[in-house]
């Protein structure tokens, strides 16, 4: 498919899309040199060390004043709270540290999980991308419960 804009990758259509869901590398490639940026350049599309700098401070004032807040209030499973925090959750107290590291360790036992049962069904010969989809959504409902409340919360500010 030939495309108006030089692309490094031309993408498929619809159309193209076979059924087979597999991956094909070509014998060769296309290596197409890009100019390197000036400095003003550069600056046009990057943050300046300046502007982060002002970022980690705005940071650490928002800890600093929500950590605040939740120390006094030990409220830290409030969402509505900590929809403020999202981000800097885990720096505001050793509690939501922990949290912090708890969801952390669930997040990688999912995945470890849902990739086990793939290969379980590879092992065996089975393909069921349903049964691994149903699996997953199990096993992640807790997280979806608390994004989508994340999200209406977000959504309403």
């Not at 498929?12 to 296309?30: A, G, L, N, Q």
């Amino acid at each position: 498919m030939a495309s108006l804009d030089p692309l490094l990758v031309d993408f498929p259509t619809v159309t193209e899309i076979s059924s087979h869901k597999t991956v094909h590398f070509s014998r060769t490639s296309t290596m197409k040199l890009v100019p390197y940026l000036t400095d003003d350049e550069k600056n046009d599309l990057w943050y300046s060390n300046q502007d982060e700098s002002a970022f980690k401070r705005q940071l650490w004032k928002d800890v600093a004043k929500y950590s605040a807040m939740f120390v006094q209030s030990r409220d830290y499973e409030d969402v509505d709270k900590l929809i403020y925090c999202v981000g800097i959750d885990h720096l505001l107290s050793r509690d939501t540290l922990q949290k912090y590291r708890e969801n952390q360790k669930a997040k990688l036992n999912h995945k470890v999980m849902v990739l086990g049962v793939q290969e379980l069904q590879l092992r065996h010969g089975m393909n069921r991308p349903v049964d691994l989809a149903k699996i997953s959504a199990r096993s992640s409902c807790e997280a979806k419960e608390r994004a989508q409340k994340v999200a209406r919360i977000m959504g309403s500010l």
